[in-house]
DNA sequence: GTCTATAGACTGATAGAC
DNA sequence: GTCTATCAGTCTATAGAC
């Protein structure tokens, strides 16, 4: 990625892709700590040491920062993906893969707090939340069908297999919630526990 | 309740208390609705049909405002919770309350959104929130032990029984968040399928 | 008990100098 | 690209009339 374009090389637009780059991580901690209402742009700009005006001569507005920040989570949040298990492995993997998630508090903590702040439709986020579930739910699903056609568990229904992916994104939220409260939640442990059993259930047909 | 108090009879009081509880409604439902900091006084007065001024008059400050809604809300989920039941019957029981949580839209979104605001150490609430699920998870984990007591399930250690209640807990919080970012999200099945197949690993004793 | 008026701080956003 | 200065609007909270 770094040949051709030449954004990441010395040139007139170096500084200030540092400089987006470097707000962009300050308000994912600070709309993480005090949520989209709660977070000021002129506390972010505190932070990165600029003033407000930069920072608004960059995005545009409040919302486009928003805009910004929730794609660089997205960004992440891909790069940090499992691309290249499938079926029950998937699955099998998810303890490291909530574990390893730990290591960036303010990037969960901004997902939390955004998600729950976003679930009321007028937020300006709520679209973008919405999607990002239906869009974890699918892939979730298409693991699991996976594992079914590969003959790994015994036959699931449509309905069941949702059922299915909204516990497991369930538990990977409200244990990551409570390790935000109390951090010190046995997570691996918690999503091991709930993972293991899940996948004896499927594996034996006692649903 | 309605005899010796006379709060609720008719007197010098009453249309005091009255517009007390009006306030504490609409603060539930501005406050689940935009987060404590996104929500203002002034709004939740629009709603109610007076001045800001008045409600500060009732409550001295947002927060004290904030106190009021969150003992409110202890009221009513205490008011909801299972008393006759123990063991595991407990747990039993859990999709039925669940499902009617469900009827009281404001009051789940309320506590989903100020939990996860709350995360932040720095929150009015964070002592609360922290408070509440260290009881709630207690409660859980003595049905739990009651219920390996009487012979229901397979010995559990004390470090198992934290992360069987935690799991309990995240399923209950994150198909909550689910349902009110999505409501056709069947939170009935989904918590039921969780309860049976969580007891069934207990009795078991393959866990 | 509720109102209007107002203080004082903070909000997002814009204009213009350098 | 970043700054200072400033705008208009909103916020919480208080004072004082009725």
């Known amino acids: ?48 040491g600029v003033s407000h005006a930069t920072l608004l001569q960059h995005f545009g507005s409040k ?23 499938a079926g029950l492995d998937y699955f099998r993997r998810l303890p490291e893969v909530m574990t390893a998630h730990l290591n960036n508090r303010g990037l969960l903590e901004l997902f939390t707090t955004i998600a729950a702040e976003a679930s009321s439709p007028a937020h300006p986020a709520h679209a973008f939340i919405q999607r990002r ?16 056609d590969a003959g790994e568990v015994a036959p699931l229904t449509p309905a069941e297999i949702e059922i299915e992916v909204r516990l497991v994104t369930a538990v990977l939220d409200g244990i990551g919630l409570q390790w935000l409260l109390d951090s ?21 047909g006692h649903r």
Chains 1, 2 share one sequence.
């Open 1 to 48: 990625m770094s040949g051709s374009t030449g954004t990441t090389a010395r040139g007139p637009y170096r500084t200030g892709i540092r400089r987006r780059e470097q707000i962009v991580a300050t308000a994912i901690t600070v709309f993480g700590e005090y949520g989209f209402a709660g977070g000021s742009i002129r506390t972010i700009a505190d932070r990165v």
């Open 184 to 204: 010190s939640t046995d997570v691996t442990a918690s999503v091991e526990t709930y993972i293991n059993r899940t996948i004896a259930a499927w594996s034996s």
């Open 63 to 85: 919302e486009g920062l928003l805009t910004a920040v929730l794609q660089e989570w997205d960004r992440r949040t891909v790069e940090a993906s499992l691309t290249d298990v």
């Open 133 to 148: 579930y239906t869009d974890n739910l699918a892939t979730l699903a298409t693991h699991l069908q996976q594992a079914v």
